[in-house]
């Protein structure tokens, strides 16, 4: 049985840090390209940050030198830190598995999700 569990979202004014984890069962994301998610109210869901299998990170453009994807498989979980937040970059944040198209990171999850958690910033 899939299980994502997030953990560790938050309030924090705009400029603060927060890091965010992921605790999987039932499958090994050793053998998977895992992605962080995000989703606004009124937004798709998109994908900001993605971790091939070697641990080489990927991140969309409005994430990119503030955001740091890491992944443990051995504990089977998967990191974000953030720093510098901004407003825009409050959402429910979510993992699951991603993929590649042509090099570029795309959405592949399963079917499982898990409930995420709140982000916010604001002053």
């Known amino acids: 049985q899939v299980q994502l569990v997030e953990s560790g979202g938050g309030v924090v004014p705009p400029g603060g840090s927060l890091s965010l984890s992921c605790a999987v069962s039932?499958?090994?994301?050793?053998?998977?390209?895992m992605g962080w998610y995000r989703q606004a109210p009124g937004k798709a869901r998109e994908l900001v940050a993605t971790?091939?299998?070697?641990?080489?990170?990927y991140y969309a453009v409005s994430v990119e030198g503030r955001f740091t994807i890491s992944r443990d498989n051995a504990k089977n979980s998967l990191e974000l830190q953030m720093m510098n937040l901004k407003p825009e970059d409050t959402a429910i944040y979510y993992c699951?598995?991603?993929?590649?198209?042509?090099?570029?990171?795309?959405?592949?999850?399963?079917?499982?999700w898990g409930r995420g958690t709140q982000v916010t910033v604001s002053s």
């Open positions: 971790s091939r299998m070697g641990g080489t990170a």
């Open positions: 699951n598995t991603a993929g590649f198209r042509d090099g570029t990171p795309v959405n592949l999850p399963g079917s499982e």
């Open positions: 039932g499958f090994p994301i050793s053998i998977n390209v």
